[in-house]
């Protein structure tokens, strides 16, 4: 098979993608540099600062060193989750160079990005859960108020039944982003990102 050749022009469809890489790879990479200097202080600030009763506010308080035990339990993980947070975004940010600046390995480095980014969002979800399971447990009836779910339709719900809603949830994103994983293959390894590439079409 003849190499790619360097694009002679940017369709939108390209540029679209392109952006969508740059604002993903940049938020997983800062939010990997985050989390790899301080899991706690990450873990902390996903308590919502929002008003609540003083009996609320002291809960939450007495969970905080309960969170910081969970986030010690899973300090290796983490620190895998943020290493691999930080590598994926220069994988897509440096692939998202390459197809900005029409190189002939773009198209390659953007195949290579989606594959990485399937891995990375499936390779995720089982410490979530875990998390989530263990944080349900630490925090008690108050878990859906402490975090800031308190709704009456979340809160009302038996703590088995807000850790599935939690994990649809986990589960929902990570769809999305693998989602958007697979708009990559289907642009950049079907017919238009090999016309662009100037690569022979696969006969059906």
């Not at 938020?27 to 873990?43: N, Q, S, Y």
């Not at 007495?62 to 290796?76: C, G, K, N, S, T």
């Not at 994926?88 to 594959?115: C, E, I, N, Q």
């Not at 769809?175 to 079907?190: R, T």
Request: hydrophobic share 55%; charged share 15%; glycine share 8%.
């Amino acid at each position: 098979m003849p190499p790619a050749q360097a694009p002679t022009h940017r369709p939108a469809w390209m540029l679209v993608l392109a952006a969508t890489m740059l604002l993903y790879g940049g938020w997983t990479l800062v939010g990997g540099m985050l989390l790899l200097r301080d899991p706690a202080a990450m873990a902390r600030h996903k308590i919502p600062n929002v008003p609540r009763a003083p009996a609320a506010q002291e809960a939450v308080r007495a969970f905080e060193p309960a969170l910081d035990a969970i986030v010690a339990r899973h300090q290796v993980g983490l620190r895998v989750d943020a290493v691999a947070s930080i590598v994926f975004g220069l994988l897509t940010l440096y692939a998202v160079a390459a197809v900005l600046s029409r190189d002939r390995h773009g198209r390659l480095l953007a195949l290579l990005t989606a594959v990485c980014g399937i891995v990375y969002q499936l390779a995720e979800l089982p410490l979530n859960s875990s998390i989530v399971k263990e944080t349900s447990a630490a925090a008690g009836p108050r878990f859906a108020e402490i975090l800031g779910l308190g709704s009456e339709a979340f809160g009302a719900r038996s703590p088995a039944e807000q850790i599935a809603m939690l994990e649809w949830a986990i589960a929902l994103a990570a769809a999305v982003e693998v989602g958007w994983c697979l708009l990559l293959l289907i642009y950049f390894g079907g017919r238009r990102g090999r016309e662009l590439y100037g690569l022979p079409l696969r006969r059906s």
